[in-house]
């Protein structure tokens, strides 16, 4: 699936696909571009679905369940996944009404379709190196950040202290300490500092962070570098806020004794901070901010030597459920077309990766409130944020450039990068993908 040259209608009609096929031809098993497996169609059908349990039309709903069922299944193609992905998480959101008829056609469409349930991996340390290698998803933040971070510390410091807030249980820090062994003739103390895993958030890791500490000291060690770790249990529901007073006081007291490197790293974290405007009180006056804007002014009170923040380039932050579901489907497609190039049909790692992928789906279109944190912002978004944090955006050397398209060539021809402004971009067929950025303290 591409979305190039694709023109998506944006109406809805009133009282869509009253007479539905039946037959398979009909339903878009064939190769007509026209048919109901087309993804543009797909997309329709599961608006007007979303449409249909918003209005709490049972009738209508139950329709169009039916008719995806029928052309989404779960071992298709990647269009067949995806829509099959965004199905589990309408008919979770259906079963969530207080409609008893949608309860009803939610429960009966359950149990029609096989592989409702989302059954999320916990990985092992080797598991989840292998799923963080298989893709440039996360491996073109890793490699750009630690270009950025080996630059940004050769200035004499003794002390590096890494702020580690990223989604993949500390992946990133091996290469990163191999970095650093390479290029400080000096070793510096490395000090790591985590939040701990966020619960239930893919992809998990079956090992306790006191264990992953210890390997990862003892990997520092292999490599004539010490490093000191340390979990700070902290939670993106109140913008990290234990996290940051504890960072606090802890490089106060550092600074008073050795020259110390703060780092703030962030990967594809940061979206689980609430981005809703809530009701603060400043000094001078009554001002209106978001946790995000309340976490990015307090890291800029830090004086950090650099920040480097990567993410998805998406936004999910609508409070409109159709707005959110287009804006997933037009991003989600890109991880299940790109699994087709690097994982066998039925192989166990596929059933891993798009499990957690389907997880995401449907946390932004099944949940709200507090229990929906998948809330991506895209660049342009974040930009601006650490610009009104006063920060400025330093842009990557041209080696650490290098370093990224290097990468790259070890992976399917698709993956791309582009240079945004001070911004590298990760792309697939041109789709912007993940956004990397450092940024100083103004």
């Known amino acids: 699936m591409t979305k190039d040259n694709q023109t998506i209608q944006r109406s809805t009609p009133t009282r869509p696909f009253l007479d539905f096929p039946t037959s398979k031809v009909a339903l878009g098993h064939n190769n007509s571009s026209s048919s109901l497996g087309d993804a543009n169609c797909m997309e329709q059908l599961l608006v007007h679905c979303a449409n249909a349990i918003e209005s709490n039309d049972a009738t209508l709903t139950q ?187 802890q490089h106060i007291e550092q600074s008073y004794h050795q020259r110390e490197a703060l780092i703030i790293n962030c990967h594809m974290m940061l979206h689980y901070i609430p981005e809703e405007t809530l009701p603060t009180f400043s000094m001078e006056n009554c001002s209106r901010m978001s946790y995000r804007t309340m976490f990015l002014k307090s890291i800029r009170s830090l004086d950090p030597t650099l920040v480097v923040l990567v993410d998805e380039d998406a936004d999910f932050t609508s409070n409109n459920l159709v707005g959110r579901l287009r804006s997933a489907f037009n991003y989600l497609w890109i991880p299940y077309d790109t699994v087709d190039t690097f994982l066998p049909k039925g192989s166990m790692q596929r059933q891993w990766y798009e499990a957690d992928i389907c997880w995401k789906i449907e946390n932004v279109l099944a949940h709200e409130g507090v229990q929906r944190v998948e809330r991506l912002e895209n660049k342009s978004k974040w930009v601006q944020r650490m610009r009104n944090a006063d920060f400025k955006g330093v842009g990557f050397s041209e080696d650490a450039v290098l370093e990224v398209k290097n990468m790259l060539d070890e992976h399917a021809a698709g993956w791309g990068m582009k240079k945004d402004e001070d911004e590298l971009v990760l792309t697939w067929k041109g789709h912007n993908v993940v956004f990397a950025s450092v940024w100083l303290p103004v």
């Open 63 to 249: 329709q169009i369940l039916w008719v995806l069922n029928n052309i989404a299944t779960p071992d298709g193609d990647s269009n067949q996944r995806l829509t099959c992905g965004f199905l589990r998480a309408l008919i979770a959101r259906a079963a969530k009404s207080g409609n008893c008829k949608l309860l009803t056609a939610a429960a009966a469409m359950a149990n029609v379709h096989t592989n409702i349930s989302i059954n999320t991996h916990k990985f092992s340390i080797i598991e989840l190196a292998g799923y963080v290698d298989l893709t440039p998803w996360h491996r073109f933040g890793f490699t750009a950040a630690n270009a950025a971070i080996v630059e940004g510390v050769l200035d004499g410091f003794s002390v590096i202290h890494i702020v580690d807030l990223s989604l993949t249980h500390c992946m990133q820090i091996p290469t990163l300490i191999d970095a650093i062994a390479s290029r400080f003739e000096s070793q510096p103390l490395v000090k790591l500092t985590v939040v701990g895993a966020t619960e239930d958030i893919p992809p998990m890791l079956d090992l306790s962070y006191e264990e992953l500490g210890t390997k990862l000291v003892n990997f520092g060690r292999s490599r004539n570098i010490i490093v000191e770790f340390r979990v700070i249990p902290s939670s993106p529901s109140d913008g990290f806020s234990t996290l940051i007073e504890q960072v606090r006081m």
